[in-house]
């Protein structure tokens, strides 16, 4: 159990930083939901201790295989759902990195999770054409992308999140490139994935600065008034990301990226991925008190 006090700071440290903090897909006691009420423990968790985003993971879905079968089956909870979020003032996402080559589905089904549950973003990797070249697979998940956005006029944002792996499609600049060309969609900058494709490439503050200028420039300073940043540990190789880790394990400084946010005066959400999930953030709250004044 959390008490006032804690709810109190962290509710001041989001409004001093200008953004949402929140957690993946699920809390320390639950670390990935799979049921509506372990998702409405875990908004209730979540408002206690005064965060305000959260990003649900696809496994909780994983048995619906038709659009039709929302609408038959889980249309009541998803409303459950998108009216507690909405009245605890947590912003919502729903996260899928696992797509097979052939998408047209699980994109149509995740979308309309998505807007149903009044969700901000559906996240995905744009990894899902491995079998071919570079060029190629970028065309094929623009073409997919707006496809479904013509198909399917959601309101819901595809949140285009780049990846760890050197060898395949979806790197931070493939990323912005992607969401340049494409309707309805957002980059979800994912900064541990940047570092570990990068074999360690976030050492100092002026790399996280090189990032942010990269958004600046390639998107524009409206991409400030509402980012979305994910901040994860990772372990890495020559080849990019081996697996995810602890941030306490990890070479990554936060501090750094703290300070980028409070010097362009960004705006948006970040999302903390770590084991630990509320306690990691709570554990680091003094310091991040320390970082926002």
Same mark, same amino acid.
């Given at each position: 159990?959390?008490? /006032?006090?804690?709810?109190?700071?962290?509710?001041?440290?989001?409004?001093?930083?200008?953004?949402?903090?929140?957690?993946?897909?699920?809390?320390?006691?639950?670390?990935?939901?799979?049921?509506?009420?372990?998702?409405?423990?875990t908004?209730?968790?979540?408002?206690?201790? %005064?965060?305000?985003?959260?990003?649900?993971?696809?496994? /909780?879905?994983?048995?619906?295989?038709?659009?039709?079968?929302?609408?038959?089956?889980?249309?009541?909870?998803?409303?459950?759902?998108?009216?507690?979020?909405n009245?605890?003032?947590?912003?919502?996402?729903?996260?899928?990195?696992?797509?097979?080559?052939?998408?047209?589905?699980?994109?149509?089904?995740?979308?309309?999770?998505?807007?149903?549950?009044?969700?901000?973003?559906?996240?995905?990797?744009p990894?899902?054409?491995? /079998?071919?070249?570079?060029?190629?697979?970028?065309?094929?998940?623009?073409?997919?992308?707006?496809?479904?956005?013509?198909?399917?006029?959601?309101?819901?944002?595809?949140?285009?999140?780049?990846? !760890?792996?050197?060898?395949?499609? !979806?790197?931070?600049?493939?990323?912005?490139?992607?969401?340049?060309?494409?309707?309805?969609?957002?980059?979800?900058?994912?900064?541990?994935?940047?570092?570990?494709?990068?074999?360690?490439?976030?050492?100092?503050?002026?790399?996280?600065?090189?990032?942010?200028?990269?958004?600046?420039?390639?998107?524009?300073?409206?991409?400030?008034?509402?980012?979305?940043?994910?901040?994860?540990?990772?372990?890495? %190789?020559?080849?990019?990301?081996?697996?995810?880790?602890p941030?306490?394990?990890?070479?990554?400084?936060?501090?750094?990226?703290?300070?980028?946010?409070?010097?362009?005066?960004i705006?948006?959400?970040?999302?903390?991925?770590?084991?630990q999930?509320?306690?990691?953030?709570?554990k680091?709250m003094?310091?991040l008190?320390? /970082?926002?004044?």
């Open positions: 159990m959390y008490d /006032m006090l804690t709810r109190k700071k962290l509710l001041k440290i989001q409004e001093r930083l200008g953004m949402r903090i929140g957690v993946m897909h699920g809390t320390y006691k639950n670390p990935s939901v799979r049921t509506l009420k372990e998702t409405l423990d908004l209730n968790e979540l408002y206690k201790v %005064g965060l305000k985003a959260f990003v649900l993971p696809r496994e /909780m879905f994983g048995n619906i295989t038709e659009t039709s079968d929302i609408y038959k089956v889980h249309y009541g909870n998803l409303l459950k759902i998108k009216d507690l979020a009245k605890y003032n947590i912003e919502l996402s729903l996260h899928h990195t696992a797509l097979s080559n052939q998408p047209d589905e699980t994109l149509k089904i995740f979308r309309n999770l998505s807007s149903i549950m009044d969700c901000r973003t559906f996240i995905i990797n990894n899902f054409y491995s /079998m071919m070249s570079h060029e190629q697979a970028l065309k094929l998940v623009v073409y997919k992308i707006n496809e479904i956005f013509i198909d399917q006029q959601a309101d819901v944002k595809i949140g285009i999140e780049n990846t !760890g792996k050197s060898r395949e499609l !979806g790197g931070f600049e493939d990323a912005i490139d992607i969401a340049k060309r494409t309707q309805g969609t957002e980059v979800i900058v994912n900064w541990g994935n940047i570092h570990a494709r990068g074999a360690g490439s976030l050492r100092t503050q002026e790399d996280y600065k090189r990032i942010i200028e990269k958004l600046r420039q390639e998107i524009g300073p409206r991409y400030f008034d509402s980012a979305y940043f994910i901040f994860s540990g990772t372990s890495y %190789g020559p080849s990019g990301k081996i697996k995810d880790i941030l306490k394990d990890s070479d990554m400084k936060l501090e750094f990226l703290i300070r980028e946010i409070m010097s362009y005066d705006k948006g959400t970040i999302i903390f991925d770590d084991p999930k509320e306690k990691f953030i709570i680091m003094e310091k008190a320390d /970082m926002v004044r």
